[in-house]
């Protein structure tokens, strides 16, 4: 019987430093270990920070999804001034938001998913590819190195179309509390709406059936990289003056039944997570810590539970909670249902733009802080987002953040159980030693993992028990 331990380091395309260590016997992955290795420590970064400025600090948390964390900061300064936001606003900050959505999805899968299928040029920067399980004929083959170069493009016009209306992208300045900084004026939605069909035509044309022609190709993969079923989304694209709706709506599957989540039922665990919880009998509080050398641990990323069970995050998540999509929860339906996405999302933006009306700034805020405790969701690109933060004086005593890379690549709890990337890992074949990395790169990417957004830490301030405030 043979067993042997494999180190995938760093596993590369895509934002952050992830390894992976498996276990392989008789050609199955019996054991897996994500383990992010950066350490960064945003919620240290914010203690002391006046709350305004959560909205440009977070952006930092990630160079590709960064207007997520703003908008999500936005929404959580709208809750504490109580502004209210115009409906003019709000079709304008979303379809900002819907721009990086596009440019996010459209440089994952051409830029860090296709060469996992696609044989690229023997020159830099893909010299040295391992793809050990090539199917495409040559002439399809060479369609999609062509389209693997129009989609920088047309990620790059996502990024222009955003920053038209945010100043610049990535970590845009105008998505703010109290609504948009940047006027929508006849001629910058004049060029958003030329630069949205050129983006259009590329998905239209492009990445769609490029979508259909690999998974044809490797159907495979509808059987592999499969999860526990539960999806978590918390809903995306925000409207009503209190930011109270969305369009696409939150909701936790499990037992095969949705539910409307509550935050109050998230809890986090350290267990294998260089983290180390300190009960203190005089405040009768846990003190979380940095533990670097911490024996039992492998990773920064906190292990995140909702309900007491591990979740999967992001556009599958989305994509079925909506009922947009009836596949399964496999390596393959996450990368259909991202592309599935792609296309929606700018089908929207097309009506918001017929309803956006040219004029000045719409943006109103409010002075007076109303509320010191808040906790405010949405959906990033890769998933389900939170912020929370306490307040006094204006000033942060605590903010925490719980990024969807977190929900994905959670490492096992204190009862041994996997979250939701390594238990697509476990159970996986390994027809022949030469495809190891192979499969393991198209599983892993198929999340695609943000370990820039996933290391942050739990608590460092007056020794308080963590808690999500609402």
């Not at 003019?88 to 900050?93: E, I, V, W």
Request: with cysteine; hydrophobic share 40%; proline share 4%.
């Amino acid at each position: 019987m043979s067993k042997k331990r494999v180190m995938f380091s760093p596993v590369t395309r895509l934002s952050g430093l992830l390894s992976v260590e498996i276990e392989v016997e008789n050609n199955k992955i019996r054991e897996a270990n994500a383990s992010s290795t950066m350490f960064r420590g945003y919620e240290w970064i914010m203690r002391g920070r006046e709350i305004t400025d959560a909205v440009y600090l977070t952006q930092r948390v990630c160079g590709i999804c960064s207007l997520a964390h703003g908008a999500v900061a936005s929404y959580l300064l709208d809750e504490v001034f109580d502004n209210d936001i115009s409906e003019n606003a709000q079709f304008l900050r979303n379809i900002m938001y819907g721009a990086d959505f596009l440019q996010n999805h459209i440089r994952h899968f051409y830029l860090f998913s296709l060469p996992d299928f696609v044989r690229m040029p023997d020159k830099p920067p893909f010299q040295g590819q391992n793809l050990a399980d090539a199917r495409l004929s040559a002439q399809d083959n060479q369609r999609l190195v062509d389209h693997y170069f129009e989609g920088i493009k047309a990620s790059q016009k996502s990024h222009e179309l955003l920053a038209l209306f945010g100043g610049k992208a990535p970590h845009q300045h105008s998505f703010l509390y109290g609504g948009v900084t940047v006027a929508p004026t006849v001629d910058k939605i004049t060029r958003a709406i030329a630069l949205l069909q050129e983006i259009r035509e590329f998905i239209q044309s492009c990445m769609l059936p490029d979508t259909e022609l690999v998974a044809k190709h490797y159907n495979d993969y509808y059987r592999i990289g499969v999860t526990s079923g539960r999806l978590l989304s918390f809903g995306l694209f925000r409207f009503g003056n209190k930011n109270e709706k969305a369009l696409w709506r939150s909701g936790a599957i499990y037992d095969n039944e949705l539910y409307w989540p509550n935050v109050h039922l998230i809890s986090e665990d350290v267990t294998s997570s260089w983290f180390e919880s300190d009960y203190n009998a005089e405040t009768n509080k846990e003190e979380m810590k940095p533990a670097p050398k911490k024996s039992d641990a492998y990773t920064w990323i906190k292990s995140v539970k909702y309900a007491g069970w591990h979740f999967e995050v992001g556009p599958l998540a989305r994509m079925i909670i909506n009922g947009f999509y009836r596949g399964g929860t496999s390596t393959m339906d996450r990368i259909y249902a991202r592309t599935m996405e792609t296309y929606l999302i700018s089908e929207l933006m097309q009506e918001w733009f017929k309803k956006l009306e040219p004029g000045p700034p719409p943006l109103k805020q409010k002075k007076e802080i109303v509320k010191k405790r808040v906790t405010a969701v949405t959906d990033a690109m890769r998933g389900a987002l939170l912020h929370s933060a306490c307040i006094e004086a204006g000033e942060i005593v605590q903010y925490n953040i719980i990024t969807p890379t977190v929900w994905n690549f959670s490492p096992k709890d204190k009862y041994g159980e996997y979250g939701p990337a390594e238990s697509a890992l476990v159970g996986t074949e390994i027809p022949e030693q030469g495809m190891l990395f192979t499969i393991l790169g198209r599983i892993v990417r198929s999340f695609d993992p943000c370990l820039a957004c996933a290391t942050h830490v739990l608590d460092c301030c007056k020794k308080e028990k963590q808690e999500l405030y609402i």
